[in-house]
Nanobody, 124 residues
Framework: QVQLVESGGGLVQAGGSLRLSCAAS????????MGWFRQAPGKEREFVSA????????NYRDSVEGRFTISRDNAKSTVYLQMNSLKPEDTAVYYC?????????????????WGQGTQVTVSS
């Protein structure tokens, strides 16, 4: 079984930055893509970004393209989400997710492993 633990969330002013981390433990799953999703109050969970196992391909939702950067360090079994120029509409609980198999897909049901989430709040 794979466990994913997110960290790095918090409260930040609009225009600020945060870096989320997601540490994987337990049975490693390779090859596999990793993703970040988020859920704002009263809204459905949505795709944010994903990265292939070797980091060679990434995928972003349009509203974060150019502001967020996903990366991974397989030696540390950790995936990161660098979030710059944050906006109040980025406020949400951010979830890390992992899947078996290649493909940095935005489709949630393709991800078998999920973390508990970390809160990101952006004040205006």
């Amino acid at each position: 079984q794979v466990q994913l633990v997110e960290s790095g969330g918090g409260l930040v002013q609009a225009g600020g930055s945060l870096r989320l981390s997601c540490a994987a433990s337990g049975r490693t799953f390779t090859p596999g893509a990793m993703g970040w999703f988020r859920q704002a109050p009263g809204k459905e969970r949505e795709f944010v970004s994903a990265i292939t196992w070797n980091g060679g391909s990434t995928n972003y939702r349009d509203s974060v393209e150019g502001r967020f950067t996903i990366s991974r360090d397989n030696a540390k079994s950790t995936v990161y989400l660098q979030m710059n120029s944050l906006k109040p509409e980025d406020t949400a609980v951010y979830y890390c997710a992992g899947k078996v198999g290649p493909g940095a897909t935005a489709t949630q049901n393709m991800y078998a492993y999920w973390g508990q989430g970390t809160q990101v709040t952006v004040s205006s």
